[in-house]
């Protein structure tokens, strides 16, 4: 078992533990020690999918699927870099853990022959309470790409975890998002490609939303993606410098309550 996995195992109970697991991906521990999964890209299918090197994996492999036991995995769309095909029935298929999926997942789940696992379709709107999580699904703007794209408010511990996916900037829609409260922590992409917000969107929506502490995502695991954590670190003292940001190394862990 590799380093990182015995990190998430052995994590102490009574606090609220977030790993960056690269790319876009994040790992939720609780206090009690359940885990929840969001938009893990652990394999290098992505250069085989795509055809060119512009999606080599540049960022080395940490987890492997069936190192951890996760209570929850959340996919947001049906992309390899979120859901993960050569991972998923991996990480899914132990008859514990419960994969609540897009829409747009759906395909892949038949091909990949997962019916028989604990798979849940969710949108927009839907309102899931899996163990300490509950994980509110909100709208995110991925364009055409991948229309049935969410995002979520996922809250454990009493703290809210705003994971904006995939998405452009929509600040028309900070209401939804801040309607059960405050947001703790903000994660959203930085990597301006694909529809995604770009660094300075990011600040900007950072700033409209004030979230407590906001980590940068989406950017470093492949050439053809783009972003710069420099950029964004600069637009974030520029456009809100009263906001608290943190630059995740894949693998950083960091806490997010304490008893």
């Not at 492997?64 to 996760?70: I, T």
């Not at 009493?158 to 922590?185: P, Q």
């Not at 995502?217 to 410098?241: D, I, V």
Request: glycine share 10%; charged share 25%; aromatic share 8%.
């Amino acid at each position: 078992m590799n380093e990182f996995a015995i990190r998430i195992l052995s994590a102490s109970q009574g606090k609220t533990h977030l790993f960056s697991a690269g790319q876009a991906g994040f790992i939720l521990k609780s206090k009690s020690g359940q885990t929840l999964a969001w938009d893990l890209y652990l394999s290098e299918c992505g250069e085989r999918l795509e055809g060119n090197d512009g999606f080599k994996r540049l960022l080395p492999k940490l987890l492997y699927p069936e190192e951890v036991c996760f209570d929850v995995v959340v996919a947001s769309h049906f992309h390899f870099d979120h859901f993960d095909p050569d991972a998923m029935p991996a990480l899914v298929s132990n008859g514990h853990t419960k994969l609540l999926a897009a829409t747009d997942c759906a395909d892949l789940v038949r091909q990949l022959r997962m019916e028989s696992c604990d798979v849940s379709f969710v949108k927009p709107g839907d309102l899931v309470r899996a163990g300490d999580f509950s994980i509110r699904f909100v709208n995110c703007d991925h364009g055409t790409l991948a229309p049935e794209a969410v995002g979520a408010v996922i809250t454990v511990d009493g703290k809210r975890i705003f994971f904006a996916g995939d998405t452009c900037l929509r600040l028309d829609r900070a209401g939804e998002i801040l309607s059960e409260g405050k947001i703790d922590v903000m994660i959203a992409a930085i990597n301006g490609a694909y529809g995604n917000l770009n660094e300075h969107d990011c600040a900007i929506l950072s700033k409209e939303i004030k979230p407590g502490l906001t980590i940068p995502c989406h950017y470093g695991m492949f050439a053809s993606h783009g972003g710069n954590p420099g950029l964004f670190r600069r637009y974030m003292q520029e456009e809100c410098p009263e906001n608290r940001y943190l630059m995740m190394r894949m693998g950083e862990e960091t806490i997010l309550s304490e008893e």
